[in-house]
């Protein structure tokens, strides 16, 4: 008999992931997270609904019927599934990562993609398949009035249908990512009365609430929902959107996910991370003048949207155009890769390390290496990229939140200047204090790499304190308590 649960969470990559070794064996790996952090905070009980991602998974659920043990998942209580390897494939890489990834993030090279095509619709298939197995799963493990938190452009359709199953749920649905704008959004084929696009906004406007990370991509939602389905937007008291369609009411809700500064400070003070920092300043060194370099320290994954290449180009232009910044800065740039299963990200990363190196050919020179790039994922070593940082680069063409900006400025040891996207969810909250760019604008990123690099230190040690103030103010276990308290009320 399954239990049923009061508080559920639905997301496709789970707290735990397993690898399958040679005889048999399965190795957990447990994760991390504000959706981690948020459940264990649950009083009572609760359950994480996932995926199943790789083989090692899929054996573990194959093992244990999918309930896994709590005492591999830190005492929580996680259903995986194991969903067709073959609609799994074109539900996450054909349309969550392919489709929905570069709408919201509008990555798309329009002259020759999205192609909408019997493939594409073959996967939109998939897609909806895998929606119907969370849904399912979701309606079976909840109990009598349960609450429910759907995470993510992966599962859009969850809340549409999993109140179809079940009526009597209070159910959230919590994008990650930006929100696009109606006149983008409409890329996806937009039949009022069948398309992807209105199919979509009806499976998230299926929930009681639907939140975002800042105001901007909460009302780039409610946009579309009027544009395209017609839909009405009020506002009560307080500011809050209220989207209604087809007789239902959608609250809209905003939590900005913060730094868990107590989690960052601890393990930043570990050994690992301090026999790290002492490799970066050897590989850093001194400048001409005998002092330590100065750094500015970028860290991201190899995704399209974080503007890896541009943020390379505009270090370039500082030393073509500043030349008393050679052999006195180093760009320390850690670019983890990402969705390599991809070729547009395979080739992404492949330009990352071919502009790098084109960039310490021509200005490196005896012990200085302009460029420390780094492509294989270290956490202690972020860490400690951190900790030494005079500027962080965080120059997203469009990004949900990206909570490096707001990481860096609480570790850093010396106070360091925050070179920050516009187009970055975090710029809503930080803004202020740090030196904000036009993604796009090479001269102009360079020249804010020169303010942040001559900022006066007690100018840079006031904004840091201020950035880490902004930047803590909602820790990741209350950002998952304010969404679950606000769906319940």
Not at 76 to 98: H, K
């Amino acid at each position: 008999m399954v239990t049923r649960h009061q508080v559920l969470v639905a997301s496709n990559r789970g707290p735990v992931s397993h690898t399958l070794g040679e005889g048999g064996e399965l190795t957990v790996k447990r994760g991390g997270g504000g959706l981690v952090s948020g459940l264990s905070a649950v009083k009572g009980d609760a359950v994480w609904v996932c995926a199943a991602l790789g083989e090692g998974d899929r054996e573990a659920v194959r093992r244990t019927g999918g309930e896994l043990d709590p005492a591999d998942t830190g005492g929580q209580q996680v259903r995986m599934l194991d969903i067709a390897p073959d609609v799994f494939a074109d539900a996450y890489n054909g349309i969550a990562n392919s489709v929905l990834w570069f709408v919201h993030h509008m990555l798309y090279q329009t002259p020759l993609e999205p192609v909408f095509d019997a493939d594409f619709e073959r996967q939109w298939r998939s897609y909806e398949a895998y929606n119907a197995a969370f849904a399912d799963a979701l309606a079976q493990e909840a109990a009598d009035g349960a609450a429910v938190l759907v995470q993510d452009y992966h599962l859009t359709l969850v809340p549409a249908m999993l109140r179809e199953r079940r009526p009597d749920l209070r159910i959230g649905h919590f994008s990650h990512t930006p929100w696009a704008p109606p006149d983008y959004f409409r890329i996806l084929p937009d039949d009022p009365d069948g398309g992807v696009a209105a199919e979509v906004l009806r499976g998230i406007l299926g929930a009681d609430r639907a939140a975002f990370l800042t105001r901007r991509w909460a009302g780039a939602f409610a946009d579309c929902c009027v544009k395209l389905l017609g839909a009405e937007v009020s506002v009560v008291d307080g500011g809050e959107m209220i989207v209604t369609h087809e007789g239902r009411e959608t609250r809209i809700g905003v939590h900005g996910l913060g730094a868990d500064a107590e989690f960052l400070r601890e393990r930043s003070r570990r050994p690992d991370v301090e026999g790290r920092i002492a490799l970066l300043r050897d590989q850093i060194g001194r400048g001409p003048d005998g002092e330590p370099r100065r750094t500015i320290v970028r860290v991201d994954r190899t995704e399209l949207s974080k503007n890896i290449v541009r943020g390379l180009l505009a270090y370039r232009r500082l030393l073509t155009d500043r030349p008393q910044w050679r052999g006195r800065v180093v760009h320390v740039a850690f670019a983890y890769p990402s969705r390599q299963d991809l070729a547009v990200y395979r080739d992404y990363t492949d330009e990352v390390a071919r502009v790098a190196e084109g960039i310490n050919a021509e200005f490196g020179e005896g012990d200085w290496t302009p460029v420390e790039l780094h492509l294989k994922d270290d956490f202690a070593r972020s860490l400690a990229a951190y900790r030494l940082a005079d500027v962080a680069l965080v120059n997203p063409v469009r990004d949900g939140m990206n909570l490096v900006a707001k990481e860096i400025p609480v570790l850093s040891d010396g106070g360091c200047a925050l070179v920050l996207s516009r187009e970055a969810g975090a710029f809503a909250e930080l803004a202020e204090d740090a030196i904000t760019v036009n993604p796009y604008d090479i001269g102009a990123t360079a020249d804010a790499l020169h303010q942040a690099l001559t900022m006066d230190a007690d100018e840079r040690a006031e904004r840091t304190e201020r950035l880490a103030a902004a930047a803590t103010a909602l820790p990741p276990t209350k950002w998952f308590l304010d969404q679950l308290n606000a769906l319940r009320d």
